[in-house]
């Protein structure tokens, strides 16, 4: 059973700072994963999608990268804004069905 | 293009009560998924389909929970009867189907959050 651990759980940085969240997963078999934004009452915004054959994403301040022999991604934040503060969650899609299992998220709060 | 779109955003309800929820896709998109989030944790699987078909259901409990997906587009799930511990956000989300997956991932609505007291 795949299971999904994102580490630190919350974050606090002061705005400018960049930053790096980690996510790590025990099954190396995945197709794809996403780093996913959620606001406080809000639904999930996908941010990057890397396929599993991809090592890196890259969109504006925004960079995820994948090891999938180590089960291990990273999201890099450049330039951290107090815009940013939000919950950060990582999930893997299986190859079979392609549901997503999730981590419990990473709590960002970028101070101004 | 329209997001998956969700209703009601937020619902209270007595334990013991049943409550529906309703989920209209992304338009064209054949995978249709219902989560459940309990606050501070990550979104869990309740129920993938595809098209009108159930691809798995493994953890939903069945002897409360229940979901249909209409004709392969709009979904429901209900919850009868429901418990203290049924208190969370179900998302819905939805996917171009197995290869679209891959490719573009899955989009979700903006969640139901369900207090039941």
């Known amino acids: 059973k795949q299971e999904v651990t994102q580490i630190p759980a919350a974050l606090s940085v002061p705005e400018g700072e960049n930053l790096v969240l980690n996510c790590s997963f025990t099954?190396?078999?995945?197709?794809?994963l996403q780093w996913f934004r959620q606001d406080p009452g809000k639904g999930l915004t996908s941010l990057l999608l890397?396929?599993?054959?991809?090592r890196e994403q890259t969109s504006g301040r925004l960079n995820a990268s994948l090891d999938k022999s180590s089960g291990r991604s990273t999201l890099y934040i450049a330039a951290s804004q107090p815009g940013d503060s939000a919950t950060y969650l990582c999930?893997?899609?299986?190859?079979?069905?392609?549901?997503?299992?999730f981590g419990s998220g990473t709590r960002l709060q970028v101070q101004p | 293009e329209a997001g998956v779109a969700q209703s009601p955003r937020y619902k209270i309800i007595e334990k013991r009560q049943s409550v529906a929820f309703w989920c209209n896709p992304i338009?064209?998109?054949?995978?249709l998924y219902w989560y459940q989030q309990i606050l501070g944790q990550g979104p869990k699987l309740l129920i993938q389909?595809?098209?009108?078909?159930?691809?798995?259901d493994s953890q939903l409990p069945k002897d409360r929970f229940s979901a249909e997906r209409l004709k392969g587009v709009d979904s429901t799930l209900k919850i009868q009867p429901a418990k203290l511990e049924d208190s969370a956000v179900y998302l819905c989300?939805?996917?171009?189907?197995?290869?679209?997956?891959?490719?573009?991932?899955?989009?979700f609505g903006q969640g139901t959050r369900l207090t039941v007291v």
């Open positions: 989300a939805s996917s171009l189907g197995r290869e679209g997956q891959a490719r573009r991932g899955a989009f």
């Open positions: 099954d190396s078999a995945i197709y794809n």
């Open positions: 890397i396929q599993s054959s991809q």
């Open positions: 999930a893997v899609s299986d190859t079979g069905r392609r549901a997503l299992t």
């Open positions: 338009s064209g998109h054949a995978t």
């Open positions: 389909f595809q098209n009108n078909g159930v691809v798995d």
